[in-house]
């Protein structure tokens, strides 16, 4: 990050500069982890300088939370109903990607609100998607031109949630494609090339308390947020005193640290079986997609939690998790530049990371209802996404 102007200068705008600084301090810290006084030393303001705009923390970041969304909806509104598909979603994309350092914080950190601005919320993206799968109606009639569209804007929105670091207009024509790509994928088609039905390992059954513990926590964390969950409730959803915690875990940030641990291994286990079985490139990268699909599906909860919580731990205990995570992703990039080697690394990981987009808003789409025919239309869409 790069300190805006100092006090001195004063410039007209500096809500906006405070809002924009702010925004990408929430996507990266979390809401929890991010303060006035941080968000104050990027703008390069005094704290009391910041509340003279925003009363509170939570104002402020109400205030971020609307800004992508807000110019979605201009966009949207700007074009006709028979305006071309691509042209809109070349103008969200550029939307998206020019704000992409702040836009990660609607992926998790949008729980955080209150009812009544989640709502709000809801209601504008609602809105951007009403308009969008109009056109995608229109220009491809195929079944689920809804979950078609949550699925393209998922690959768009894909890119406020990593860092790799491509030239601009690459980027927006890479995100394009493949967004294109997916508008134009029947998710009612069977996935050819799968090598059988996907097989995960099954989740551990909590047999000692420290296990009761962790599979009673982590449901309330893909709830409520981990700073929003206290040892209080997490004993009481195991009949312990909260003192027993201490017996098994020495803080509750051991307990997210056992959870990301348990989703890493089960996720590793999970692909290791599918690739095993695959006996070529395409079917490798659509058993990949299909066994990170169940993976989302059946252990929802304690993938939410893996992904939204990870910048809530410590750096000492984050990287190793880390690590796993980018291992995971080298090897989507491995299998994806084997089926398409025109791809470079940092393009392959960009369309990775589209492809994870996917997974998250069409598994929103469906309220992550577990059925063979919504894991087989997500790996569909998924599989557009990222091959030509």
């Known amino acids: ?18 809002v924009e600084a702010a925004g990408q301090v929430f996507s990266e810290r979390g809401y929890h982890g991010a303060s006035m006084e941080e968000i104050a030393a990027v703008v390069g303001i005094s704290a009391a300088a910041l509340y003279r705009h925003f009363p509170n923390k939570y104002a402020l970041f109400a205030e971020c939370a609307n800004v992508i969304v807000d110019k979605l909806v201009e966009v949207v509104d700007e074009w006709p109903p028979e305006a ?24 998790w950190e949008a729980r955080y609100l209150e009812r009544e601005d989640r709502r709000l919320l809801r209601t504008k993206f609602a809105h951007v998607v009403g308009r969008v799968s109009e056109m995608v109606r229109r220009e491809y009639p195929l079944p689920d031109e809804l979950l078609r569209t949550v699925a393209a804007l998922g690959v768009i929105g894909s890119v406020t949630m990593h860092h790799t670091s491509i030239a601009q207009r690459r980027i927006e024509d890479l995100l394009l494609a493949s967004a294109m790509r997916v508008v134009a994928t029947d998710p009612a088609a069977v996935v050819t090339n799968t090598p059988g039905l996907v097989e995960l390992p099954a989740q551990p059954v909590p047999r000692t308390r420290r296990a009761e513990i962790l599979a009673a926590a982590v449901p309330l964390f893909a709830r409520d947020g981990f700073a929003n969950v206290t040892n209080v409730q997490i004993a009481q959803a195991v009949g312990l005193a909260p003192s027993a915690l201490y017996r098994h875990y020495p803080g509750k940030v ?15 286990q999970a692909v290791d079986r599918s690739l095993h079985q695959a006996t070529d490139p ?44 980018r291992e995971h992703i080298a090897l989507w990039e491995q299998q994806l530049r084997t089926v398409r080697p025109e791809l470079d690394p940092r393009q392959a990981r960009l369309l990775v990371h589209a492809g994870f987009g996917v997974v998250v808003e069409a598994g929103r789409a469906l309220r992550w209802q577990d059925t063979p025919g919504h894991r087989n239309a997500v790996t569909a869409l998924v599989t557009g996404a990222l091959t030509c």
């Open 282 to 325: 395409r079917q490798a990268l659509v058993a990949l997609a299909a066994t990170y699909v169940a993976y989302c599906f059946e252990h929802n909860a304690l993938n939410s939690v893996a992904e939204a919580e990870v910048a809530s731990l410590p750096a000492d205990l984050r990287r190793p998790l880390i690590v796993a995570q």
């Open 254 to 268: 051991d307990i997210l640290v056992a959870a990301c641990l348990q989703a890493a291994g089960l996720l590793a």
């Open 84 to 107: 071309a598909l691509r042209d809109v979603l070349v103008a969200l994309t550029r939307v998206t990607v020019s704000h992409r350092a702040s836009g990660g914080l609607y992926r």
């Open 1 to 18: 990050m790069t300190s805006g102007p100092t006090s001195a200068t004063r410039p007209r705008n500096r809500k906006q500069i405070i």
